[in-house]
């Protein structure tokens, strides 16, 4: 895309102010997969890989984590009942993230590393991003015996009482609530960004809200659970959310 | 072509040259191990010594040495930097560690520097490497190739290499038992320790089983003190400011713990009070003579400025003001009644004699006051009983109430294959290694108290000695991991050993006897030195089994001019046979039964065994009776034991040792003269070997006892003549 300019040493400009991919993108990739080797280089020379302890069937450690990219879903099995926790978040996070393309088809912004044309779009997937990051970093280092809370500063020998006074909103609470977070989302997002709609049409539309919704119902139900004593929001038969 | 902007094109100019020299050196650093460079080392130093060994040879014009020399630069010359492994298939043991200590097995670097040195000791004759490895014993991690992972000293390697100081402890990884084995003192003394401190009363062990309490009965306090409140208060307060030496250990308890527990003590039911005893026309000072001279001394210190046998024996500095004359006398008359387990042995006395003894030692009051005890009726006796339940005291005391009660003491079991990290430092700085975690334990038992546990083990009085083995063998605890291949049972004569030892401390043997070098306690207040009570050093050579059993079951009187007597120890068969087989294997005896077969006899030998017997005048010292009573008018300083005695007491291999070297073997001191050969081992007459034999031959056949005048030979001669009939020429 740059042969038309060949022999001029200044910077090509293509389109309004855009740069070639090469070397301009692909020099700065380089330079941080550069950066990143050097780090990990001299990780690697200074610190031999830890031995951990003699594994031993008569004794279970605790707290047993998970591998670390693991301990973020890990940590969710405090908030949410097994099932949820371990399969349906993680299926719901793939399925999503395999959705985007087909979600998002606008062309608005192609080619383009920026941020302000795509602000809602990029801003939510980071925070989805982070949340898990900071998941995995309280479950790989805030997390002791029985899997309570520690801070870095805390004794993991002396124990933590595991008492814990938690309540769940009755089923006729807690459905409503449900209807009306996501009907209220939906009805937000389309007050909000009348657009938004628009473009994508109302099926597209609809899903991307409730998997928005649902990525945020995630920390919600953390927030409840640490500020109210939260246990469940609903409570049916078949399974508790 | 484009490049970027200028930003980039600096942070790539400075980035790829690190990128790149990292590379070599992370590439260098997998290339070249530490161990190579020791190796490196070591080649040099190796063809230095040999290069030595070479020029000696040459000088000494070897040809053939100096060529093996030649050829031994040679081959290490061209020997190529390799990881060098002894593998075990059955253990699962890759031991790398002579891939640096290359000269472990080579006499050329006994005093070469670490990591180069030969092993020391004449141990890797018996332990070939090849076969046993370096970690078996050492531990340590045998795969790795670092100085620090080598040495095991890595985060969660539960097995860092041992210090030479307690290596000791792998012995007991094969082998069986400790007794009898060359090379595991330390291992043996802390094992000896581990029961003469009372350590079992708490702290269960595999093999110490079915011992009695190490302390004494608990229940008739109040038959058995004057003052049983004061006493016994002051006593769990602070048994060390009562008695200085007493091994009962100091359990740090505050005035108010003291005094529950006193009150539960004293609310015991009293037991069958012993009789009264008056003690009217009883003359101390009569007691004060018998008292040393039955050989009480052998075990009782009686002044402050003295020590008892053992600290387990009590000092009886104060006994007047602790202990009532009723309860004195019952327990000198027979100790058993008050405690079946105690190892004050029976002492023959006569009524009169023991009260002699009660109000002399009934003489000894304190110097200094009991501390004032508390009022008890404020304390309820069932905290006490808690207090009692808590700390443990049924270990070693036997209460009432306390039958059943199990111990819940930590088990050290298993404690060598205890993780260091499931220990608890406590805020202590103690290095995180198990034998610095015991060092500390033992010097200070609560140093590793924090708010989350209270620790109970009591202060105990050890030296830093005694520390060091009760560490060696503690780490040794363990459960039998290795292949039958590697183990090596306990023989018999081994455990007698054990046995031995145990019960030889336990009853304070070397309280009148001399014992593995140690004088007879005895000897510090008896003057004569023939009046002690015999050597037991060697005794397992020397007398036979059979004998031994039978005076360890009924003692009787061997020496008729020593006044103090074996008192009764009341041994059971068992017991008896454990003490004969013990000393006899002390010895190398292992079989120490004797039977000597009259008809085996040959005659001849006999016959020249009696006359050489008379020619070198035996009976002179040697008395031949004992029931006639001693010899007036003689020493009994000259006097020996009655050889009538010897064919049944005498293990002949013995006499015949003792006839060729009796200076070496009865000691310097003895009045037997060197007879057949000077001290220095030349004969002195013409045959000693059949002189000696035969002299033997007739100890051991001996019938009448020997007679020196010619006229009774000449009488026997005629008999024997006498005897020869002339079948052919009698009707019958």
């Known amino acids: 895309m740059t042969d038309s300019r060949k022999g001029h040493d200044d910077v090509p400009v293509l389109r309004g102010g855009e740069v070639p991919v090469f070397p301009y993108l692909v020099l700065k990739e380089f330079l941080a997969a550069l950066v990143i080797s050097i780090l990990l280089l001299i990780w690697s020379l200074a610190q031999n890989a830890p031995l951990l302890p003699e594994a031993n069937p008569g004794k279970t450690e605790n707290p047993a984590k998970a591998p670390w990219y693991f301990v973020g879903l890990q940590e969710l099995l405090v908030y949410f009942d097994p099932w949820i926790a371990g399969v349906g978040i993680p299926t719901l996070i793939i399925a999503g993230l395999m959705a985007i393309p087909y979600l998002d088809t606008s062309r608005g912004a192609t080619g383009q590393y920026t941020f302000h044309a795509r602000r809602a779009a990029i801003g939510h997937f980071v925070l989805g991003f982070v949340l898990w990051w900071v998941l995995i970093a309280i479950g790989q280092f805030l997390r002791g015996p029985n899997w309570q809370f520690y801070w870095p500063w805390q004794d993991w020998s002396v124990a933590k009482s595991a008492d814990e006074q938690l309540w769940s909103f009755p089923w006729w609470v807690g459905l409503p609530l449900l209807v009306a977070y996501f009907a209220g989302g939906l009805a937000l997002a389309r007050r909000r960004w009348p657009w938004l709609p628009a473009g994508l049409g109302r099926g597209r539309y609809r899903l991307v809200i409730v998997l928005t919704l649902l990525m945020y119902a995630v920390p919600i139900k953390i927030v409840l659970r640490l500020l109210l004593g939260v246990k469940y929001v609903l409570v049916t038969p078949w399974f508790n959310i | ?732």
């Open chain 2, 1 to 732: 072509m484009m490049r970027g902007t200028p930003l980039m094109r600096l942070a790539l100019a400075i980035l790829s040259p690190i990128f790149l020299l990292l590379c070599v050196v992370a590439i260098h650093s997998e290339e070249t191990r530490p161990w190579m460079r020791y190796q490196e080392e070591f080649k040099t130093l190796y063809i230095d010594r040999a290069a030595a060994q070479l020029r000696a040879a040459e000088a000494r014009q070897n040809a053939a040495e100096a060529a093996r020399w030649q050829r031994v630069i040679a081959e290490v010359s061209a020997a190529p930097p390799a990881i060098a492994q002894t593998y075990l298939e059955d253990v699962k043991i890759a031991d790398r560690c002579v891939t640096c200590h290359q000269g472990i097995d080579n006499p050329l670097f006994q005093d070469a520097p670490q990591p180069f040195r030969s092993h020391s000791g004449p141990l890797l004759q018996q332990h070939d490497p090849s076969r046993f490895g370096c970690t078996l014993c050492h531990q340590g991690q045998g795969a790795a190739t670092t100085v620090e992972g080598g040495h095991g000293r890595e985060a969660n390697w539960s097995s860092p290499l041992l210090p030479a100081a307690y290596v000791q402890a792998s012995c007991a990884r094969c082998h069986g038992a400790v007794h009898g084995l060359r090379g595991a003192d330390g291992l043996r003394r802390g094992a000896d320790l581990f029961m003469e401190k009372g350590c079992y009363g708490c702290h269960d062990v595999k093999g110490i089983t079915y011992l009695p309490k190490f302390g004494p009965p608990l229940t008739p306090l109040r038959s058995k003190l004057t003052d049983a409140r004061s006493w016994v208060y002051a006593w769990i307060k602070d048994p060390q400011r009562i008695s200085p030496d007493t091994l009962m250990p100091h359990f740090e308890l505050d005035d108010d713990a003291a005094g529950k527990i006193t009150a539960f003590l004293l609310t015991l039911p009293p037991g069958k009070a012993p009789d009264r005893v008056a003690l009217d026309g009883a003359a101390p000072e009569d007691g004060k003579r018998l008292f040393t001279e039955r050989g009480c001394r052998g075990c009782h210190a009686l002044t402050p400025d003295e020590h008892s046998v053992s600290p387990r024996v009590p000092h009886l500095a104060g006994i007047g003001s602790k202990v009532t004359a009723d309860w004195l006398d019952q327990w000198i008359a027979n100790p058993k009644t008050y405690n079946p387990d105690t190892a004050m042995p029976k002492v023959e006395l006569t009524p009169d004699e023991r009260r002699a003894i009660v109000a002399y030692l009934l003489t000894l009051t304190r110097a200094e006051p009991l501390p004032p005890a508390p009022d008890l009726s404020r304390f309820n006796p069932q905290d006490g009983k808690q207090l009692i339940r808590r700390y443990e005291c049924f270990g070693c005391h036997a209460i009432e109430g306390f039958e059943r009660t199990r111990l819940s003491v930590p088990d050290l079991g298993e404690f060598a294959r205890k993780p260091v990290a499931e220990l608890d430092f406590g805020r202590t700085g103690v290095p995180r290694t198990k034998w610095d975690w015991l060092e500390r334990k033992l010097r200070e038992p609560r140093a590793y108290e924090s708010e989350k546990i209270q620790l109970l083990m009591p202060t105990l009085s050890l030296t830093a000695d005694e520390r060091h083995a009760l560490i060696t063998y503690v780490l040794a605890f363990d459960v039998p991991t290795l292949p039958v291949r590697y183990t090596v049972p306990a023989t018999p004569a081994q455990r007698a050993l054990r046995e031995q030892t145990w019960m030889v401390a336990h009853l304070n043997c070397n309280g009148c006897h001399r014992l593995d070098g140690h004088e007879p306690h005895l000897a510090r207040s008896i003057e004569r030195k023939n009046l002690i009570p015999p050597s037991l050093e060697g005794v397992g050579a020397r007398l036979q089994g059979q004998y031994m059993y039978q005076f360890l079951l009924e003692p009787k009187a061997v020496r008729p001019w020593l006044q103090m007597r074996m008192p009764v120890f009341g041994f059971t068969e068992a017991q008896a046979r454990a003490l004969v087989e013990g000393f006899g294997a002390a010895t190398g005896v292992s079989n120490p039964y004797t039977y000597v077969a009259k008809e085996a006899i040959a005659q001849e030998h006999f016959q020249r065994g009696v006359r050489r017997f008379r020619h070198y005048k035996c009976v002179q010292c040697h008395p031949t009776s004992i029931d006639q009573g001693l010899p007036e008018g003689v020493d009994p300083e000259d006097l020996s034991i009655n050889l009538m005695l010897a064919k049944t007491r005498l293990r002949p291999e013995w006499i015949k040792d003792f006839l060729a070297r009796p200076k070496q073997i009865a000691g310097p001191q003895t009045r037997m003269p060197a007879v057949f050969y000077t001290v220095e081992g030349t004969p002195k007459v013409e045959r000693p070997v059949d002189d000696i034999a035969d002299i033997t031959t007739y100890m051991m056949g001996m019938v009448d006892p020997p007679e020196v005048t010619l006229q009774a030979e000449e009488d026997a001669k005629k008999a024997a003549q006498e005897q020869q009939v002339d079948w052919s020429a009698v009707e019958y």
